[in-house]
């Protein structure tokens, strides 16, 4: 290679923060990107199905399967009792989740048994032949009803606090409280939940799932089975989507699947029907917030006393941690002098809710932006300049201590405001707004400009860790594999750029291949938008093993120092002299250096006592800022986005064509909770909304009509993370809420903006509809009381 070559050539390397497609979106377009149900089956594959109640609370007075059992084409059926060692599958210390319902119904759907058949179409017209009796029991589907029942918890609630609350509420000049209503939301993923076991020799098990945590899988079959970890192998290739709905719910499938396999001795599969799957597997958290806010005439917060309870479900699940993280977000970006902030996860008789993207942040975060905004309305203010009164301070200004004890170092929240505030024309476009509102008596606009501060860890400190393997082969070619699993977010695609750049190598030299614990055990989640942070370090740290003894292969093999041996793109430089990094590669494994290693990493100065409320739960704070306009026919309740911009920090990117992506599909994600997806169950705690034609995903019509989406190139993490980058998983997902406020904008137009409309969440056009009467009838009182006074 001639001197111009190579500077060509390294002119267009640098792997990490770089522009790089998705490494299988050539194959999602063309149909070849193979998921579980792409597989081939093994020959004799057999099919299971759920049986499922049709009671919200009742004892199981008799279980007739016989019909079920003597269908054509049924192979066994299983219960709770065919559990070989155990029937729970519970991710809590609780053990409250069975397998399979034993005597006991808790929500309307639960399974109580299994069909494996020849066909999947034999296993689910045959669990239709069950004959249950049951006894009913009281139930209790909403959070309302919970609490008037008794309040039953499913786990240890949690408080945070700093300062006197009560005290500094009842001191402040003004005062308000209220209460909001924030929905639940179904994942929708395009692959629903799905699990292929394969027997092996021994008490061993192969078992591919589509979960986000494979070792997670891999514990609850071996806990159900009755057989180590290291008899079990769980592997993952790539998930149609996850969003947290797979990080617990696949246990079921998976354990059921596993059971069925090793009792017939033949590959069982299991695929839940789309409607089987919304019914029973969990949700995110529907929550109702009761608010206590005390502040003062420029509309800086004194004291905040918060209340969030949650509809749980039947069993704790996740919930504890999905709760605790509410009470980290209620917050969202502001300080608070004073406040105390409670928990209360209820049991309700309905699916146990589970993780969702954002983890209970964005319902806490909803809370806390509701309370900005009854104090502008309150005020006859801007929310924006409540907003920015209130925002965290520089570190050490006394205003940077969270309601959790964590000081904030890297608050750059109103830079980014400041920014996309002049960005926007945002003043300008209010302006016009009010104007417009003015004049148009059917059709109201309004426009929002919200924060995001967003908590990156996990908040329980062992799941803070990763590993990953690397191999170099003879020729050059690099084999790459880590605890994270892709769901199509790019996680795969970002640690091989780690890799390539650190080797300084082609990408296509580096071999991603699927997750699997056979291969780097003792996995965490990839979830809490900690997959590339602590995935991308693992890899790094094996990439740097391998390295150490490669230059210190050529070092001594060249009479050398290390510091005269570096890698550049294709190459390895050894003073003057230029290899080719396959031909290094062979004359390192000639002289018999170990091209292998395996990485670890485990995220430092992260600590937290939930019994105090104290500690440092998050390495750092991801942040964002959006603009939303919106149009609503106040005769319907219907409304357009007509335009949002937004701005975010993901540091250095690590590819920023993925992190446009993943906020772009965070937006409008996070725009259809807050909007349209609206969970409905029915008086027999039967759900309604378990199908596309009764549940409202966004639509490609539904997106904003202009979607402006930047990155705060300029920010880069404080913290040692893998290229300085930051998380862009979940942070995106709050960025809505300015659509939600931007509604509520308009509908306070019809009374002046005297009033805070309240919108509770999901703001579907019903509920906006009803918001825009009330409010008419309110000014109309208002109006009726002044001409009464002779005002």
């Keep these: 290679m001639d001197k111009s070559t190579f500077e060509e050539r390294k002119a267009i390397k640098g792997q990490m923060h770089s522009h790089q497609r998705h490494d299988s979106a050539h194959k999602h377009v063309t149909g070849t990107a193979d998921y579980i149900d792409d597989m081939p089956e093994p020959a004799g594959t057999l099919h299971g199905a759920l049986g499922m109640t049709d009671r919200a609370h009742a004892e199981i007075t008799a279980m007739d399967l016989s019909a079920v059992a003597a269908a054509a084409g049924v192979v066994c059926v299983l219960t709770a009792r065919d559990m070989p060692h155990s029937n729970d599958i519970s991710p809590s210390h609780l053990h409250d989740e069975p397998v399979l319902a034993d005597g006991i119904v808790q929500f309307h759907g639960q399974p109580a048994f299994a069909v494996i058949a ?10 239709r032949l069950a004959k249950i009796s049951y006894r009913d029991l009281p139930h209790f589907t909403d959070i309302t009803d919970a609490v008037a029942h008794g309040g039953e918890l499913v786990t240890q609630p949690l408080t945070l606090q700093r300062g006197d609350a009560d005290a500094e509420l009842e001191k402040a000049p003004r005062r308000l409280k209220g209460r909001m209503r924030i929905g639940g939301q179904e994942h929708f993923y395009l692959e629903g939940h799905i699990a292929l076991a394969i027997p092996g020799e021994d008490d061993e098990v192969t078992v591919w799932s589509s979960t986000q945590h494979p070792s997670e899988i891999q514990h609850m079959v071996s806990h159900v089975l009755g057989v180590p970890s290291n ?4 592997n993952v290739r790539r998930m149609g989507g996850g969003f947290g709905g797979k990080e617990t719910q696949g246990n079921q499938f998976a354990a059921l699947a596993a059971v069925a396999a090793k009792k017939l001795g033949r590959a069982v599969k299991f695929r839940p029907d789309r409607d089987e799957d919304m019914t029973a597997t969990g949700k995110r958290h529907d929550f109702l917030v009761d608010y206590d806010v005390g502040f003062d005439d420029e509309g800086r917060i004194h004291a905040v006393h918060a209340n969030y309870a949650a509809r749980c479900g039947y069993s704790s699940d996740l919930s504890g941690p999905v709760t605790d993280r509410a009470l980290f977000h209620a917050d969202s ?12 996860p209820l049991k309700t008789n309905t699916v146990s809710n589970t993780a969702y993207r954002g983890f209970g942040g964005p319902q806490g975060m909803v809370g806390g932006e509701r309370m900005i905004e009854e104090i502008a309305y309150a005020l006859g203010k801007d929310p924006l300049e409540i907003r920015k009164r209130n925002f965290y301070g520089e570190k050490g200004s006394g205003r940077d201590i969270t309601p959790y004890h964590q000081q904030v170092e ?9 920014e996309l505030e002049a960005d926007a024309d945002y003043q300008a476009r209010r302006k016009a707004i009010v104007e417009f509102n003015r004049a148009s008596r059917v059709i109201r606009k309004g426009i929002a400009l919200t924060p995001v501060k967003f908590g990156i860890s996990f908040t329980m400190t062992a799941f803070n860790q990763a590993g990953a393997l690397v191999h170099i082969y003879q020729d050059g070619s690099i084999h790459l594999n880590h605890g994270g699993t892709e769901m199509g977010q790019g996680l795969y695609v970002k640690v091989a750029q780690v890799i390539a750049d650190s080797f300084q190598v082609d990408l296509d030299r580096v071999r991603i291949t699927a997750t699997t614990t056979g291969k780097v055990p003792n996995t965490s989640a990839t979830a809490a938008s900690s997959g590339s942070d602590l995935n991308g370090m693992a890899a790094f740290d094996a990439a740097r093993q391998i390295k150490e003894r490669l230059v210190a292969f050529a070092a001594e093999r060249w009479q050398t120092t290390a510091e005269n041996v570096t890698f550049v793109p294709d190459h390895v430089k050894i003073g003057e002299e230029l290899v080719p990094f396959p031909e290094f590669i062979k004359l390192a494994y000639t002289a018999r250096v170990q091209l292998s290693a ?9 600590h937290w006592d939930r019994a105090t409320g104290r500690g440092t739960p998050f390495y750092y704070f991801a942040y964002g800022a959006s603009v939303s306009e919106v149009s609503v026919d106040t005769l319907t309740g219907e409304y357009m986005v007509d335009r949002v911009d937004v701005l975010h920090d993901v540091g250095r990117s690590l590819n920023p064509a993925i992190d446009l992506g993943q906020i772009e599909g965070g937006f409008v994600q996070g725009m259809g909770w ?9 008086d027999k705690g039967r759900l309604r909304t378990h199908a596309p034609s009764t549940y409202k995903i966004p639509l490609a019509s539904d997106r904003p009509k202009i979607f402006n989406v930047k990155l705060a190139e300029w920010s880069e993490n404080a913290e040692k993370t893998i290229g300085r980058s930051k998380a862009v998983g979940e942070p995106p997902f709050m960025l809505p809420i300015s659509v939600l406020e931007a509604l509520s904008m308009a509908v306070a137009s019809v009374a002046d903006y005297r009033e805070c409309p309240r919108l509770d969440a999901p703001a579907t056009p019903e509920r906006v509809l009803m918001a825009v009467e009330r409010l008419r009838q309110s000014s109309w009182q208002r109006r009726a009381s002044r001409s009464t006074r002779g005002v």
Excluded: C
Aim: proline share 4%; aromatic share 14%; net charge positive.
């Design 333 to 344: 970006s502001y300080f608070y002098p004073h406040v105390k902030l409670t928990s209360q």
């Design 118 to 127: 020849e066909t999947r179409d034999i296993a689910r017209r045959a669990a």
């Design 598 to 606: 395996a990485g670890f990493y485990k995220t430092p100065k992260i």
């Design 410 to 418: 890297d608050n750059i929240i109103g830079r980014i405001v400041a």
């Design 231 to 234: 008899a079990v192998t769980v």
């Design 674 to 682: 807050l909007t349209t997806e609206e969970l409905w169950w029915d």
